[in-house]
Every structure is written in structure tokens, then in C-alpha cells.
């Protein structure tokens, strides 16, 4: 299993970003693929999942209507795109396929700041 985030960034509050993530190694059509990060001093948080064929999405109350969780079988891709960004959405961000984050990419840092 590969997985490589990217988009990451310097953002300011309210702003926007869209990460993205290629995924090699595994049918990753067939598998539930998940964001998590993780700020400094704190463990790993679930933020969001997507089913294999990208109809149903799931995410933590905190991100709830303002990220959007998307794939793109064909190519392999997970993306998520991050709107009104605050000074709670600040960390490492990864792409994963498992809600623990167990099974993770390298990561791309988010940052917030005016």
C-alpha cells in the first residue's frame, strides 16, 4: 500500500484548500478510504470517510458542511477539499485506509493563519 498526500499549505481563516491523495499498491476501488490528521501534542482524529463507490461519505461534527470528502476510482484518487478553514483545522493531514489512520500516508501540513 502507497499512500502520497498533497496540498497542503499556508491558508488564511475562512479560507480554502484541497488536498489530494494517490493511492497505489491495492484495488483501491474496492476499499472505504479515510482523512485523518493530527495537531501537534494531540493523537491521531478521525476526520472522513467515503464508501468504494463514492456515494455515501461520512464526517466528524467539527468539519461537518464545510469539507467535502470525493474520489476518483480511474485514477486512483481521494481528495478533500477543506472550506472556511478556522484555527481549529490546523495539522498534519492524511489520507488512510482505515478510520484509525493506522495505514497512512506521509501527509501534507495544513496551516491557518492570518
Known amino acids: 500500500v502507497q499512500l502520497v498526500e498533497s496540498g497542503g499549505g499556508l491558508v488564511q481563516p475562512g479560507g480554502s484548500l484541497k488536498l489530494s491523495c494517490a493511492a497505489s499498491?491495492?484495488?483501491?476501488?474496492?476499499?472505504?478510504m479515510s482523512w485523518v490528521r493530527q495537531a501537534p501534542g494531540k493523537g491521531i482524529e478521525w476526520v472522513s470517510s467515503?464508501?468504494?463507490?463514492?456515494?455515501?461519505?461520512w464526517f466528524e461534527d467539527p468539519v461537518q458542511g464545510r469539507f467535502i470528502t470525493s474520489r476518483d476510482n480511474a485514477k486512483s484518487m481521494l481528495y478533500l477539499q477543506m472550506n472556511s478553514l478556522n484555527a481549529e483545522d490546523p495539522a498534519h493531514y492524511y489520507c488512510?485506509?482505515?478510520?484509525?489512520?493506522?495505514?497512512r500516508g506521509q501527509g501534507t501540513q495544513v496551516t491557518v493563519s492570518a
Open positions: 499498491g491495492f484495488t483501491f476501488s474496492d476499499v472505504t
Open positions: 488512510a485506509t482505515d478510520e484509525a489512520g493506522q495505514d
Open positions: 467515503i464508501s468504494p463507490d463514492g456515494e455515501r461519505t
